[in-house]
């Protein structure tokens, strides 16, 4: 079973940082591209950012373009957003979300059941 | 940016109804185009995928169609489960994914 877990959310002032995991389980992780995507509370969903299975490209929307890198690794079965320069619009819940391929992202076959961040002084 | 409109903002049907939710690209997105479902507290679900796959242990009654610009999420007969918030999501070669607004679906 595909297993999506994210952790390292929590109250952050403006400016601040945050690194977010995603530990998973019940398939082989390196095989598949892997995503952050957020939802502001009672708002719709934004793609944050994503990266191919070897980790050697990566995008990001462009409401976090210079501020969140997101990583990978393989040898721990894991996901990392690193926030930097956060903003109170950056409030969210993160979802951890894998792709079904290894690059080329079309949609997210699974999720986690996110971690939530608030930016607030 | 391909901004997806989805609508109605609201449908309020009763079980057993047919819904019908639309969702309109600003370009054409060709077929990259899904569908998800959200309940409160809880990820969204894939339902759709391609304009017209189900994702796997998707109800056959849930059906997606379209294709370019204009596109439908259609369940033949709702279920109590059903009622919702669904997204649509496309992605196209840049990398850049976007969703729409959401379509809620309520019991009347």
């Known amino acids: 079973e595909v297993q999506l877990l994210e952790s390292g959310g929590g109250l952050v002032q403006p400016g601040g940082s945050l690194r977010l995991s995603c530990a998973a389980s019940g398939f082989t992780f390196s095989n598949y591209a892997m995503n952050w995507v957020r939802q502001a509370p009672g708002q719709g969903l934004e793609w944050v950012s994503a990266?191919?299975?070897?980790?050697?490209?990566?995008y990001h929307a462009d409401s976090v373009k210079g501020r969140f890198t997101i990583s990978r690794d393989n040898s721990k079965n894991t996901l990392y957003l690193q926030m930097n320069s956060l903003r109170a619009e950056d409030t969210a819940l993160y979802y951890c979300?894998?792709?079904?391929?290894?690059?080329?992202?079309?949609?997210?076959?699974?999720w986690g059941q996110g971690t939530l961040v608030t930016v607030s002084s | 940016e391909i901004v997806l409109t989805q609508s109605p903002v609201t449908l309020s049907l009763s079980p057993g109804e047919r819904a019908t939710l639309s969702c309109r690209a600003s370009?054409?997105?060709?077929?990259?185009l899904a569908w998800y479902q959200q309940k409160p507290g809880q990820a969204p679900r894939l339902l759709i995928y391609g304009a017209s796959n189900r994702a796997t242990g998707i109800p056959a009654r849930f059906s997606g169609s379209g294709s370019g610009t204009d596109f439908t999420l259609t369940i033949s007969s709702l279920e109590p489960e059903d009622f919702a918030v669904y997204y649509c999501q496309q992605r196209t070669n840049s990398q850049a994914l976007t969703f729409g607004g959401g379509t809620k679906v309520e019991i009347k």
């Open positions: 979300a894998k792709a079904p391929s290894t690059s080329s992202v079309r949609h997210f076959d699974y």
């Open positions: 990266l191919t299975d070897t980790g050697d490209d990566t």
């Open positions: 370009q054409s997105v060709s077929s990259y």
